[in-house]
Nanobody, 124 residues
Framework: QVQLVESGGGLVQAGGPLRLSCAAS????????MAWFRQAPRKEREFVAF????????LYADSVKGRFTISRDNAKNTVYLQMNSLKPEDTAVYYC?????????????????WGQGTQVTVSS
C-alpha cells in the first residue's frame, strides 16, 4: 500500500521560509515523477511544483517561480518543498502527489497517490 505523508506546515510571517517534507512508503519515489499542489479555502487545488523521475528537471507555477524549490532525497525516500519569501497568498493546504501513467503534470488527474496535506499559513 502506497502512503505519502506530508509534514512541516505551520504558521510563518510573510517573507519567512518553510520547508515541507513528503515521506513515502510502499513506493520508491525515485521511480516516479513527483509534484506539489496546494488548495486555498474556496479554491480549486492548483499545481505548484514538479520534478521528473530522474530529478534532472523541475517545473514551477509562475506564482512560486524563484521562491520555491522542489527536491528529493532518495536515501530517505522523501520529497521536499523549500518555500522562501512566503506571501499571505501562499496560505493553503499543501499536498504532495506521485505521478500516474497519464494526464498533464499540472492536472490533478495526472497523479495516482496523494498525501493528506499539511496546512501552511502566512501572516502579513
Amino acid at each position: 500500500q502506497v502512503q505519502l505523508v506530508e509534514s512541516g506546515g505551520g504558521l510563518v510571517q510573510a517573507g519567512g521560509p518553510l520547508r515541507l517534507s513528503c515521506a513515502a512508503s510502499g513506493r520508491t519515489l525515485s521511480s516516479y515523477a513527483m509534484a506539489w499542489f496546494r488548495q486555498a479555502p474556496r479554491k480549486e487545488r492548483e499545481f505548484v511544483a514538479f520534478m521528473i523521475r530522474s530529478g534532472g528537471r523541475t517545473l514551477y507555477a509562475d506564482s512560486v517561480k524563484g521562491r520555491f524549490t522542489i527536491s528529493r532525497d532518495n536515501a530517505k525516500n522523501t520529497v521536499y518543498l523549500q518555500m522562501n519569501s512566503l506571501k499571505p497568498e501562499d496560505t493553503a493546504v499543501y499536498y504532495c502527489a506521485s505521478r500516474g501513467d497519464s494526464g498533464s503534470y499540472v492536472d490533478t488527474h495526472g497523479y495516482d497517490y496523494w498525501g493528506q496535506g499539511t496546512q501552511v499559513t502566512v501572516s502579513s
